[in-house]
C-alpha cells in the first residue's frame, strides 16, 4: 500500500493556498478555514511555488508532540522557516543558530545562554522594565491634553521591546533602533515597506553603528535586498556584533554578550556566537513587538473586556496570557522529518517540511473553550506562543514582564482607549506583525 507522505495529493485542500499566500495576513489571517482544516484534517498538505511543500500541522496535541520530540522532527536539517535556505553553504552557516540545532548542540548553547537569566538577573531587568514602560507612558500622555493620539505600534510598542533587548545584549541604548531595522528586514523580507527598513539615525548612535552601518547591503535594481538569513544580507549586523564584542571584551558586564565572551574560546564558535547575536537581536525583538499591539488590538476590539480588566486590575496576569493566546505573534515554525513518522493518520517520510501551525494550535477547541473569543477572565492554559519542549523560549519571562509593565501602565493612567483608525497589517505568512496602529487615548 502507498503511504499517504508519499502521495501528499491525498492530503491536499484548496484553501492551503491561501494559508501560504503572505498577502493573505494583510487582511487578517483565515482563521475561519484554519478552524475547519483543523477538524477535518489535523495534517494537510500544502504546496509551495518556491519550494517543495509541506505538511502544515493544526491540532495543539500533534504540535506539542512535534516540538518535543527533536529526534523524529528536527530542527537542524533544514532548518526553521518554511522556506528551505538558498545554498547548501547558507544551511550549513544558519545551522550554527541555537534555533536550528538539536540536542545535544542545541543542549550546549542553551546552558551558556541561560546563565545570563539568573534570578538576580531577571529581578533587575524587570525594574528596569518597569522604569521603561512608566517613560514610554509618560511620553505617549506628553502635553496635558485630556485626550490624544499616536500610532501605537510604532510609538509605543515597538520602543519597549528595543529597550529591554538593549539591556539584554549590551548594547548601548542608542543603538537600539538598529535592532528594529535588522528585525524589519529578516522578518519583513516578504513586505515591500519592511524589506529595507532604515529607521535609525546613525547620527544619534556611536561609532560602532556608523562603522557596522558603512557595511550595510543596498538593493538592487529592483529595490530587493540580498537574502537576510546569509550572513552577505546581514553583512551590517554582524559586523557590529564583533564591534560590540571588542567593546565587551574591554568592559564586561551582565549581559549575555559579556557571558557568551566569558567563556573559554573553544566553546562557542565564531558562526554561533555571530548567529547568537542574530537571534537576540532579531527573534528576541519582533515577537514582542507584534504581541503588544496584538494585545491592544485584543482590547480595542473587546470594550467589554477593556472594561472587565480596568475594573480589576488583578486580572492583568490572565489578560496578558489571553492577549498572546488571541493574537499568537508567530504564526508557525518548521520542523524536517528525520525518518519515517506516522502524524494524525498521516504517514510523514524522512527529509519532507513539517510546520505546525502555533495560531492553529491556540484555537483548539478541544483545548480552549470557545477559543475565538477573547476573555480576560480565561485561565492561562496550554497556550503555544512560546513554544514547547527542548526549544521553548528563553525569554518567555521577560516578554510577559514587558506586557504586563505596560498594559499595567496604560490601564492606571487611561480611562479608555478606543482606535483611531485601522490598523495595518505586516505581509508574511510567518509573523503576524502590525506595521501602524492608530489609537485614541483618554486621560485618566
Not at 493620539?149 to 520602543?159: L, N, Q
Not at 496578558?320 to 518548521?334: A, C, D, N, Q, Y
Request: glycine fraction near 8%; aromatic fraction near 8%; hydrophobic fraction near 45%.
Amino acid at each position: 500500500m502507498t503511504a499517504i507522505g508519499s502521495n501528499p495529493a491525498a492530503h491536499r485542500d484548496p484553501a492551503t493556498a491561501l494559508l501560504h499566500d503572505p498577502s493573505t495576513y494583510q487582511v487578517g489571517p483565515p482563521l475561519a478555514e484554519l478552524d475547519r482544516l483543523r477538524r477535518e484534517h489535523g495534517v494537510v498538505w500544502v504546496d509551495e511555488p518556491e519550494g517543495p511543500g509541506y505538511w502544515l500541522v493544526l491540532r495543539h496535541a500533534d504540535v506539542t508532540r512535534v516540538l518535543r520530540e527533536p529526534a523524529r522532527f528536527s530542527s537542524a536539517l533544514g532548518g526553521t522557516q518554511i522556506r528551505d535556505p538558498a545554498s547548501p553553504e547558507d544551511l550549513g552557516y544558519v545551522r550554527r543558530m541555537m534555533l536550528n540545532m538539536d540536542p545535544p548542540e542545541h543542549s550546549r548553547l542553551r546552558r551558556l545562554v541561560s546563565r545570563s537569566f539568573t534570578p538576580r538577573a531577571v529581578a533587575a531587568l524587570t525594574d528596569r522594565i518597569t522604569g521603561h514602560a512608566r517613560a514610554l507612558v509618560d511620553r505617549m500622555l506628553a502635553g496635558g491634553a485630556a485626550r490624544g493620539e499616536c500610532d501605537f505600534a510604532k510609538d509605543v510598542a515597538a520602543d519597549l521591546p528595543l529597550f529591554t533587548l538593549a539591556e539584554v545584549l549590551g548594547v548601548p541604548p542608542e543603538d537600539r533602533w538598529l535592532l528594529f531595522d535588522w528585525s524589519n528586514r529578516v522578518i519583513g523580507w516578504q513586505d515591500r515597506d519592511y524589506a529595507t527598513s532604515a529607521a535609525f539615525d546613525p547620527q544619534g548612535g556611536t561609532e560602532m553603528a556608523r562603522r557596522a552601518l558603512a557595511l550595510r547591503p543596498e538593493p538592487d535594481a529592483n529595490g530587493r535586498m540580498p537574502d537576510p538569513r546569509t550572513r552577505a544580507g546581514m553583512a551590517d549586523l554582524y559586523a557590529y556584533a564583533h564591534l560590540l564584542a571588542e567593546h565587551k571584551r574591554r568592559t564586561p558586564a551582565d549581559d549575555v554578550m559579556s557571558v557568551l565572551l566569558a567563556q573559554p574560546h573553544d566553546t562557542v564558535s565564531v558562526e554561533e556566537f555571530e548567529n547568537l547575536f542574530w537571534l537576540f537581536a532579531v527573534a528576541g525583538n519582533e515577537t514582542l513587538r507584534n504581541g503588544i499591539p496584538g494585545g491592544m488590538i485584543a482590547l480595542l476590539g473587546h470594550p467589554a473586556q477593556q472594561r472587565a480588566l480596568r475594573a480589576n486590575p488583578g486580572l492583568l496576569n490572565g489578560a496578558v496570557e489571553e492577549m498572546l493566546r488571541w493574537w499568537t505573534p508567530v504564526m508557525v515554525f518548521r520542523r524536517t522529518a528525520a525518518a519515517p513518522v506516522r502524524l494524525a493518520g498521516v504517514d510523514i517520510q524522512p527529509g519532507q517540511k513539517v510546520v505546525v501551525s502555533f495560531l492553529s494550535a491556540n484555537r483548539d477547541e478541544t483545548v480552549f473553550a470557545d477559543p475565538d473569543a477573547f476573555d480576560v477572565h480565561r485561565e492561562p492554559g496550554a497556550h503555544l506562543v512560546f513554544g514547547h519542549g527542548p526549544h521553548f523560549c528563553l525569554g518567555a519571562v521577560a516578554a510577559r514582564t514587558q506586557i504586563r509593565a505596560l498594559f499595567g501602565e496604560l490601564m492606571a493612567r487611561t480611562s479608555w482607549l478606543e482606535p483611531a483608525g485601522e490598523p495595518a497589517l505586516l505581509r508574511s505568512n510567518f509573523q503576524r506583525g502590525v506595521k501602524r496602529l492608530p489609537l485614541r487615548w483618554t486621560r485618566a
